[in-house]
């Protein structure tokens, strides 16, 4: 099997591509390392996975861009399946440039799905889409506040937020509204038998060789901070909660679908840890005193632009079709997570 991952020096789709390498099938990473630019980290970080792929002899390492259709037309030419994890990730840079967002979200979203449209192989499709489709409609559901967390009061959400909940009418911010187009157009793709698709609507993700930062990544970020020493700024009151996935969960969700890919041909799934796996970000920074003994100084901001105060996957759909749940827990996968960036301090600068 050829497995084409865009995005695929990335956090996310490392861990895609080195999933199907140590399975032993024809990997290709299609990256045009630029999230060092557009997040406004040291771009050595962004060459980080890059070269860490690189000691697989199954990987070929193609720097492209998906906003170049002839580019991503020639990698997916025979592909067997594309994970299309390339994107602008964050929300503060969509309000910033997008113009950028919309370009690499939505257009290059179009080129990717065209791309396998045109493929002698007919690949199937995984898309990397957010819970952010949704928008400030999650703001709408009442919350109820929990001493170092809110929750959702109205108990038709006990499981969390479904793939039928509406995206309509409400601030999505550029982000959300780029994520929201590529989301649509492959359904739409899929829906007309054009290509095998599953819509994956993202949590939180985190993991090793996660380069968060204040703007992305938080559950990085804040492991970072805290053992690097540097401060923490919590926007809003920390009582946010999040749903939480480590990241090799997420790759067997992909990995599900594309099993399942002669039977089950398109699909919308919220995918995170769901209820038994959240936390506010008050409780991550516990959870990393308990793992690392070190705090960081904390400090509090206004609440950025269409921040949700609860957002938790209702992920029923994923287990019920894909036979999938969760394995890591918040502890264990922060745990990981700090034991990686304790080890590797010096590519943190």
């Known amino acids: 099997m050829k497995v ?67 580019s991503i037309k020639g990698a997916a030419k025979d592909a067997d399946v594309i994970i299309h994890t390339a994107a602008q990730t964050a929300v503060t840079t969509s309000l910033a440039d997008p113009r950028t967002d919309f370009e690499v979200n939505a257009i290059g979203t179009f080129n990717v799905l065209e791309a396998a449209r045109l493929s002698k192989n007919s690949p199937c499709m995984v898309f990397c889409s957010t819970n952010k489709v949704f928008g400030d409609n999650v703001n709408r559901i009442p919350v109820r506040d929990n001493g170092k967390s809110y929750e959702f009061e109205d108990d038709k959400f006990q499981r969390g937020i479904p793939e039928t909940f509406s995206t309509d009418l409400c601030e999505h911010t550029p ?64 009582k946010q909660v999040r749903d939480v996935l480590y990241v090799t969960d997420l790759v067997r969700a992909y990995d599900a679908f594309i099993q399942k890919r002669d039977t089950i041909h398109h699909g919308v799934y919220n995918v995170g840890g769901g209820p038994d796996n959240k936390m506010s970000l008050l409780e991550l920074i516990e959870i990393l005193k308990d793992a690392t003994g070190r705090t960081s100084p904390i400090s509090f901001d206004k609440w950025r632009t269409s921040d949700q105060k609860v957002y938790i996957s209702n992920i029923s759909k994923a287990a019920l079709e894909l036979g999938w749940k969760p394995d890591v827990s918040p502890k264990d996968g922060v745990t990981k997570l700090a034991e990686w960036v304790n080890g590797n301090k010096e590519i943190f600068g």
């Open 175 to 238: 982000y959300g509204a780029s994520k929201l187009a590529g989301d649509i157009y492959v359904q739409d793709y899929a829906q007309r038998n054009e290509v095998d698709a599953a819509v994956f609507r993202m949590s939180c993700i985190y993991g090793t060789r996660q380069f968060g930062v204040e703007d992305q990544g938080w559950v990085a970020w804040f492991t970072i901070a805290t053992l690097l020493g540097k401060p923490i700024t919590i926007y809003g009151d920390g």
């Open 4 to 70: 084409l991952v865009t995005g695929g020096a990335g956090f996310i789709g490392s861990h895609v591509s080195e999933f199907y390498a140590k399975k032993g099938e024809e990997v290709v990473v299609f990256d045009n390392l630029s999230r060092a630019q557009l997040l406004g980290y040291d771009a050595s970080n962004a060459m980080y996975n890059w070269n860490y792929l690189d000691r697989y002899e199954n990987v070929e390492l193609i720097k492209g861009d998906v906003r170049d259709s002839e």
